[in-house]
């Protein structure tokens, strides 16, 4: 931990977030992650041992406990505790200002599809599901051998990186750069497909449905919002399908 020497609370408050991952970390746990496994398949940049480094840290704060259960094996959660849950409005003071000023197009370096599908594993709406098992098949154009699957029931989702061994329902082909902006907010679903950037090949139902599954990203708002206020334009709702299917479909929420 950097320390820098200063009597201040905003010193201090860095010594204790500015550490590199540090505020991912946290970000990830205040939208529900509480295992090491699911911490570190959602950051994948990060080293085991940086990782359990960074956990321990912040539990030495009083920002993170440790809480080991036995339940047939032992498991163990990492959860925030008072003063990390009051991280909140940190974190969130920190989307707002980095979609405004801070966030434009997506970096080559930034586009990882596991990490994308991971994310969308994590906003489905479940309650929008067919009845029966579907698998989505995404190839993603840009990414060399990126082909994978999403397995959707009501009761799991999955994401597989070997093909899951039942039918595909969904084969979605899109441009990986555009899948992410229109994931974030900074393009809408109607113009992905008007431009080809995205097509989702499947019986006209499921492919009709299909951007209603997801709840888009959490910081798709503040991203939208950044864009009007920054712009003064209009940007059609990530996933609206309005234009594409009749009747209008129910807009996911973020």
């Known amino acids: 931990m950097y320390q820098y020497g200063q009597y201040c609370p905003v010193a201090r408050a860095a010594e204790i977030l500015g550490d590199r991952w540090t505020l991912l970390i946290v970000r990830d746990l205040l939208t529900g992650t509480r295992y090491f496994n699911a911490l570190k398949r959602g950051l ?21 406990e440790k809480r080991s259960e036995l339940k047939g094996r032992s498991t163990t959660e990492y959860l925030l505790t008072t003063a990390g849950s ?18 434009g197009e997506p970096r080559p370096e930034e586009l990882d599809p596991i990490l994308l599908l991971w994310w969308m594993r994590s906003r489905i709406h479940i309650d929008r599901l067919p009845a029966e098992r579907i698998v989505v098949e995404f190839d993603f154009r840009g990414v060399e051998n990126a082909v994978y699957w999403l397995m ?13 061994g039942h039918d595909v329902d969904v084969v979605v082909t899109a441009d990986l750069a555009s899948f992410y902006e229109v994931w974030l907010g900074r393009l809408s679903y109607d113009d992905a497909l008007r431009a080809n950037q995205i097509n989702v090949d499947a019986l006209p139902a499921l492919a009709c449905d299909f951007p209603n599954w997801f709840a888009w990203s959490a910081a798709a708002e503040a991203v939208r919002a950044a864009m009007l206020d920054r712009d003064g334009e209009r940007l059609a709702v990530s996933g609206g399908g309005t234009e594409t299917c009749e009747p209008p479909l129910h807009l996911p929420n973020d």
């Open 44 to 64: 994948p940049g990060i080293s085991g041992t940086l990782l359990a480094d960074r956990l321990r840290r912040l539990q030495d704060v009083g920002v993170v």
């Open 86 to 103: 009051e991280l909140r409005d940190v974190v969130h003071a920190l989307l707002m200002w980095g979609a405004k000023w801070g966030f």
């Open 152 to 164: 959707l029931t009501r009761k799991d989702v999955s994401v597989c990186l070997q093909h899951p």
